[in-house]
Nanobody, 117 residues
Framework: QVQLVESGGGLVQPGGSLRLSCSAS????????MKWYRQAPGKERELVAA???????NYADSVKVRFTIYRDNAKNTVDLQMNSLKPTDTAVYYC???????????WGQGTQVTVSS
């Protein structure tokens, strides 16, 4: 059974930090590009960060220098360290796995991040 399970979301004050984790199972993790997406109310789902099978990373301009994505192939996990959080970071964050070959693609159920004072 393929599973992507996010954890670490919650309520945090502006300027604070959160670490999101995604635990994967049921597929060959090391052969998948891992991504974090987010979706705020009334907005389209957007790519936040990605890490390839070789460890190269890409970030949305809005989170660059504040967020860091990293993966642990031995543990089948991908984390998103979020620092200097802003209210505009409030969204449901989703873990995504896409095969190196493009297909298949899997999604987690999402975890809520709320940045508010």
């Amino acid at each position: 059974q393929v599973q992507l399970v996010e954890s670490g979301g919650g309520l945090v004050q502006p300027g604070g930090s959160l670490r999101l984790s995604c635990s994967a199972s049921g597929f060959t993790f090391s052969m998948y590009v891992m991504k974090w997406y987010r979706q705020a109310p009334g907005k389209e789902r957007e790519l936040v960060a990605a890490i390839t099978t070789t460890g190269s990373t890409n970030y949305a301009d809005s989170v660059k220098v504040r967020f860091t994505i990293y993966r642990d192939n031995a543990k089948n996990t991908v984390d998103l360290q979020m620092n200097s959080l802003k209210p505009t970071d409030t969204a449901v964050y989703y873990c995504n796995a896409r095969s190196y070959y493009g297909i298949p693609e899997y999604w987690g159920q999402g975890t809520q991040v709320t940045v508010s004072s």
